[in-house]
Structure formats: C-alpha cells, structure tokens
C-alpha cells in the first residue's frame, strides 16, 4: 500500500512563511516548482518521497481556501519576517505579488572553496553518484554562475540559520552549534562554529554584554564572538 504524503513541519513552516509574504494570494505555477525542488533536496528529506509542484500548489489553494472561509482580507498576513539581506517596503501593493527570491532565501550551502556558508540563489539540477549520495548544483545568492558549485546534500545543504536577537542570548549553550561571522585581514564570511565558553552578563543599554568565545570547526581557531546564528 502506497504511504500518504506528508510535508515535513520545517516545509510547512516556508510555506506559511510564503503564503504571508503574498496576503493569502496562491503563488505562480514556476514558483510552486521553484519550491518543491528546493524542498526536495534538503537533507530533512533524504529517503523521503521528492515533493511535486502539484503538492505545493494544492497546499497554497487549501490554505487560501481556509482563509477565506475565516476571514476575507486580513491585513495580519502581510507581516512575515524578513531574512536577512533582504528588505520590504512599508507601502507594498494590495495585492502583495510575490517576489520569486523568497525561495532563494530559504537555504544555504557550503561552499567547498572555503568552507563557508553562502544563502542559495537557487538549485539548478542535482545527480546521484555511484556511491549513493546525492548532489545538488548551487548557484548562491549574489554570485554569477562561474561560482556554481556541486554541494553533497547530506552535508553541505541546510534550512537557513536564524539570527539571534541580544534578548535570545540565553538561549545558547556550551556545545552548540552555530553559525558565525569571521572577519580577517582578507575576508569576512560566516563559518560554522561550537560554543566552549560562556560567561553571562547584564545588558545594558547597547544590548547584550556576555562574552562568548566560539571554536570555528574547519582550522579549530578560537575567538571571542557576539555575532552568531543559531
């Protein structure tokens, strides 16, 4: 017996996000694709059924179809929350058209040049290797396309990491995993890194004052942080 399919909460949680982002309104057709195939190559579906575009599309109808039966036209669901590098303008149209970068941002990759992760621009085709695993090419955001890479899905693609508010420092502890900016004499770009070391403050007006001292995971250099993504 064939299984039902399911969308993971994390894609859920995207697609809300989207379905915000347009006042209720369903997307595009290409968009609808543009999001499967995203969805499709996470690392959360590995072993999973690929995810279609009719399935995106049936989600965003039925959801629109539910809104309608609450209530007409909220203004509520134009609020989402902006991704970083990104911006919106208070007097958006009414009808809110949806801007098609909303899925470039919903992921990012490692690079293998340096071991950085970069927000994706979009996924361009993917293959199987010999051994199993799955590659995706990846053109990432704000590059042209002499930076595509070929990224392992398993261990070089992930939902984007979320930026900490000052308030949230609490949340982060000894051992976590998280997504630091690293400024050198010759670059400034964001690596993964674990927390050793935690030592609590009171904010004060400039906001938070604790001191974090982070292990950067690809040369095991140590340094003292407060920018970082969980």
Known sequence: MASVFEFLESEIRNMENVFKATGGKPPGREFCHRVAQSFSYTVRRAGKPLVYADQVQNWFEKKQEELEALVPCSPGFKEFIVPKNTSTSSSAPENCQISEDITELLFE????????????????????????????RVRFAGFGSE????????????????????????????????????????????????????????????????????????????????????
Request: glycine share 4%; with cysteine.
């Open 147 to 230: 930076e595509d890479e070929w990224v392992n899905v398993e261990k070089g693609v992930r939902e984007r990491s979320i930026p900490l508010e000052a308030s949230e420092c609490h949340r982060v502890k000894v051992g976590d995993l998280v997504l630091c900016f690293r400024e050198d004499d010759d670059e400034a770009i964001y690596y993964d890194a674990h927390v050793v070391e935690i030592q609590q403050r009171l904010h004060d007006i400039t906001g938070c004052t604790c001191h974090f001292v982070v292990r950067f995971d690809h040369d095991n250099v140590e340094a003292n942080t407060v920018d970082f993504e969980h």
């Open 109 to 136: 990759a490692k690079s293998s040049k340096d071991d950085a992760w970069y927000d994706v621009g979009s996924f361009l085709r993917h293959r199987v290797l010999s051994t199993g695993e799955r590659e995706v």
